[in-house]
C-alpha cells in the first residue's frame, strides 16, 4: 500500500468518524417548542438596497403574540406593512449593518424589550420572534436561529441550500459539534444588554457574529440556538458568480477570526469530491470503499438535517421539493460550492463587501485599503 493510499485512507477514516459524530448528536436532537415568551420585543430590520424579495419580507405581517414593535433602518423609505415604523439611518461605519443597529439602539427606547436583529432577506414569522426572544428572556445572552433557504430552484440555488441544510455547514451541525464559542448566524440574533454592550465595539469588524459569540463565550455566557428557523425565500439564481463570492467571503472571514479552524474545512468539511478524485486516480479499492462509507455517512447526515430543518407546516408551500434527489444530491452541491469558495479564498488578505475593499486583519477587524476613496475610518 502506497504513501499516497494510506494518506487518503486516514483522511477518510478522520472525515467519516467527524460525521458520525455529528450524525449520533443530531439524532439525539428533538424538535421542540422551544422556550415559550411573551415579552415585549423591539425586532429591528438593518438594510441597505433592498432587494424585490427583501421588499416582500419588510411588508409581511408578523404574527407574534406579544408586544411588538418592527422598526426598519435604512437610508431610505422601503415599503412597509401597516405599523412598521421606518427610522433614517446612513452610519458611515465600515459594517453598515451593525452601524444601523447601533443607530436605532442609541435613538429608540428599548425599556424592558427584549432586542431582536433580523436581515430583511429573512421573512420573519412570529415563532422566529419568539424563539429568538425566549432564551434572552430566559437569561441566555445571545440567541440566534438556522438560516434556512425556502423556495429554492435551479442548480445555483440547490447548492447554496445544500450548504446551509444538508452539510456540516449547516448551523444545526456547526451548534452541535461547536467545542467552545457557537457558531451564531447574524441574519436572525436575539440580544440581551450584555451583547448590545459588546456589539458596540465591532462597528469596524467583518463576521462580526463570530467575534460577539466569542467574546460572550470568553465571558462564561451561554447562546442559544431557536427552535424556529430562519425562513430565507430565495430568488432564482442564474449565475454562480453571486454565490461562490459570499461563501469565499465567508471563507475570508473563518480565516480571520477562527485561524485553527481554518485548514478543517478542506480536512473535514469538504473531503468527499477530492477523496473521490484521489480514488481514481490512484486505482486503490480500499481507498474506493472507504470513500464509499463516508459518502454513505454523509448521506444519512444530510437526511438528518432535512428533519431537523424542514421548514414549519405553514410554509410547505415554499420549500423546494424533497425526496431522496435532496437527500442524496443537495449535500453534494453543497460541498462543492464550499470547497470552490475555500480554494478561492486561500492568500487573500482582502475583502471586497458592499463595493468597498478592506484589509482584513484578526478578529475580522477591517482597514479601508484607501481611506480617502472608500469613505471608511482611517
Not at 473535514?268 to 464509499?292: I, K, M
Amino acid at each position: 500500500m502506497s504513501a499516497a493510499v494510506l494518506v487518503g485512507l486516514a483522511w477518510a477514516v478522520l472525515a467519516t468518524g467527524f460525521s458520525a459524530v455529528a450524525l449520533l448528536r443530531l439524532l439525539r436532537m428533538k424538535r421542540g417548542p422551544g422556550v415559550a415568551t411573551r415579552a415585549p420585543v423591539l425586532l429591528l430590520r438593518p438594510v441597505d438596497e433592498p432587494t424585490p424579495r427583501e421588499l416582500e419580507n419588510l411588508a409581511r405581517p408578523v404574527d407574534y403574540a406579544g408586544p411588538l414593535e418592527q422598526v426598519v433602518v435604512s437610508p431610505y423609505r422601503p415599503r412597509l406593512a401597516p405599523g412598521v415604523r421606518w427610522l433614517p439611518s446612513d452610519p458611515t461605519t465600515p459594517n453598515r449593518k451593525v452601524g444601523h443597529l447601533l443607530y436605532a439602539l442609541a435613538v429608540l427606547e428599548v425599556g424592558e424589550r427584549v432586542v431582536v436583529a433580523v436581515d430583511a432577506d429573512v421573512a420573519v414569522t412570529g415563532a422566529l420572534v419568539e424563539g429568538l426572544a425566549g432564551p434572552v428572556a430566559a437569561g441566555a445572552a445571545l440567541s440566534t436561529a438556522a438560516p434556512t433557504p425556502v423556495g429554492v430552484r435551479g442548480a445555483v440555488g440547490w447548492a447554496v441550500a445544500g450548504l446551509l441544510r444538508h452539510t456540516h455547514h449547516s448551523f444545526r451541525a456547526l451548534h452541535a459539534m461547536s467545542a467552545g464559542a457557537k457558531a451564531v448566524c447574524g441574519k436572525a440574533l436575539g440580544l440581551s444588554p450584555v451583547a448590545i454592550q459588546e456589539l458596540r465595539g465591532l462597528a469596524d469588524h467583518i463576521g462580526e457574529d463570530l467575534e460577539l459569540s466569542r467574546r460572550l463565550h470568553a465571558r462564561g455566557l451561554d447562546v442559544a440556538l431557536a427552535e424556529a428557523p430562519a425562513l430565507v425565500p430565495m430568488a432564482p439564481l442564474v449565475s454562480w458568480r453571486p454565490a461562490v463570492e459570499r461563501f469565499t467571503r465567508w471563507m475570508q472571514v473563518l480565516a480571520s477570526h477562527r485561524p485553527g479552524l481554518y485548514p478543517t474545512v478542506p480536512l473535514l468539511f469538504t473531503p468527499t469530491l477530492p477523496l473521490a478524485v484521489l480514488s481514481g486516480v490512484l486505482g486503490s479499492g480500499v481507498l474506493v470503499a472507504a470513500t464509499g462509507v463516508l459518502v454513505a455517512v454523509r448521506t444519512l447526515l444530510s437526511w438528518r438535517l432535512a428533519v431537523l430543518t424542514a421548514p414549519p407546516e405553514g410554509n410547505a408551500a415554499e420549500a423546494a421539493p424533497g425526496g431522496a434527489w435532496v437527500v442524496l444530491g443537495a449535500w453534494v452541491l453543497g460541498e462543492a460550492l464550499l470547497l470552490v469558495a475555500f480554494m478561492r479564498s486561500l492568500g487573500q488578505a482582502r475583502v471586497t463587501w458592499r463595493g468597498r475593499t478592506y484589509a482584513l486583519r484578526r478578529g475580522g477587524r477591517m482597514a479601508p485599503v484607501w481611506p480617502e476613496l472608500s469613505g471608511g475610518q482611517g
